[in-house]
Structure formats: C-alpha cells, structure tokens
C-alpha cells in the first residue's frame, strides 16, 4: 500500500495548515508565528461554522456591515473568535470597526487614522491595526506610498494607535514575491514585526518571505458566489 492510500481525507483547512508548514520548514520559521486569517467574506454561517467547529478561530471580513449582521451570533457561541478587518475602511465607519474587530488591516491614510484615534479614545479599545502600503505604486490602488510610511506610523503612534506591522496588496497578474520582499524589508526599516501578506494563490510564497499573517479565502471555502 502506497503513502497516498493510508493517508485520510483532509479538510481544505488542514490542507492550507500542512502548505504553511512546509513552507515554515524549508524557510526554517515556527509555524506558529504564522496567523491564518481565513477570509469569510461573502460566505454564510453555515459555512464558517464547519471551520469553527474544527477549533479554527481567526477570521477576516472586508465589510463592517457585513461582518455586524453574522458574527455577534456566531460569537455567541464561539465566544474566543478573534476578527480581523481586512478591506477599505470608511472614516464614518472606524468606531463600527474598533467596537467589532481585533484587528484593522487597512489604515492607508491621515483622514482613517484620525477616526481610527478618535474611535478608539472614545470607545477605549485600542485595536491593533497593519498599516497597508501602496507596494506596487498603483495609482487606482489604497495603500499608503512608501515614502510616507515613516509619517504615518509615527502620528498612528502619536495617536495612541496600536502598529501591528505592514499589509499589502501585490499589483495582480505578476510574479508578487518582490513585493512580498519589499513589504518584509519596509517593516524591518520600521521596527516592525507584523507582515499581512499572501492570499490564496500566493500564501505560500508570502510565507516563505516572512508573512506572519495571512489572508485566505477560496482555499478554505471555495469560489465566492
Ligand atoms: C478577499 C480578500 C482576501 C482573500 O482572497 P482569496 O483569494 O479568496 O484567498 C485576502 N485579502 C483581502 C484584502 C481580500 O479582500
């Protein structure tokens, strides 16, 4: 009997857990210092729920609305969730954010950060968020230019705004590891240890360029409708 019939049906979520690992081991990395955020965006409970039930806990969103209308059920009964925002956030919705999420991946701008500031000394969270650079400089692209990444982070901490580290987008249909390299090089010019990056076509990459979170959606539950 050959390795391949003795090993079980694995679910989608074990499958992306053994790629992170082994991409760990050849980068010589823990694969604990890897958080996957599984992207439940556009997906219903029933489909996050099978993922719950398997112990997994860290999920992503892309819409304040969204994510308000499915997970404060869920976390009624999966009380230890933790919920990261990963898309364009809206100044009118930062205190909707801070309230919801643990995490905010997408502080691009001053207007963002001075909601972010102002949500969070009212609310008295203070929510780590990735500041996301602008890594391809597209012009039709969120994303703080790199030359002002020093700025930003130092008024996010003059702000009282918790840095977790560096998020990023690649310019789609090209090879993203110079990016990912360029992102991992930017965060340590920055002291900064946390790198957003990789999704489910480039997660493995990402990791082996030093991602410490990422962002997977289709891999975990399929196309989106
Ligand atoms: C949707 C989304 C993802 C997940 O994308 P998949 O290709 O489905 O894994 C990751 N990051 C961001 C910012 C997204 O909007």
């Not at 790629?19 to 996050?48: F, G, N, Q, W, Y």
């Not at 990016?179 to 493995?204: I, P, R």
Request: proline share 6%; glycine share 10%; hydrophobic share 40%.
């Amino acid at each position: 009997m050959g390795q391949d019939d003795t090993e079980m049906a694995s679910t989608p979520l074990e499958e992306v857990h053994g790629k992170i690992a082994k991409m760990c081991k050849i980068a010589r990395r823990e694969p604990d210092d890897v958080t996957l955020i599984a992207v439940s965006k556009t997906h219903p409970p029933e489909k996050i729920i099978p993922l719950l039930d398997q112990g997994h806990r860290v999920f992503g969103e892309n819409r304040v609305q969204e994510a308000q209308g499915k997970w404060p059920a869920l976390r009624e009964k999966y009380p230890d969730v933790e919920l990261h925002l990963i898309g364009q956030l809206q100044s009118n919705k930062a205190e909707d954010a801070v309230d919801l999420f643990d995490c905010i991946h997408g502080l691009d701008r001053l207007s963002l950060l001075k909601a972010l500031a102002k949500a969070m000394d009212k609310t008295g969270r203070r929510v780590p968020c990735f500041v996301q650079v602008n890594i391809g400089e597209e012009e039709q692209k969120g994303g703080c230019a790199i030359a002002d990444l020093p700025d930003m982070i130092a008024k996010a901490r003059d702000a009282g705004i918790p840095i977790a580290g560096l998020m990023c987008l690649p310019p789609a249909g090209i090879e993203p590891s110079p990016f990912f390299a360029l992102l991992h090089k930017l965060a340590h010019d920055n002291s900064l240890e946390g790198l957003s990056m990789g999704m489910s076509g480039d997660y493995e990459t990402a990791v082996q360029l030093g991602a410490t979170h990422v962002r997977v959606g289709t891999a975990l539950f399929g196309e989106r409708g």
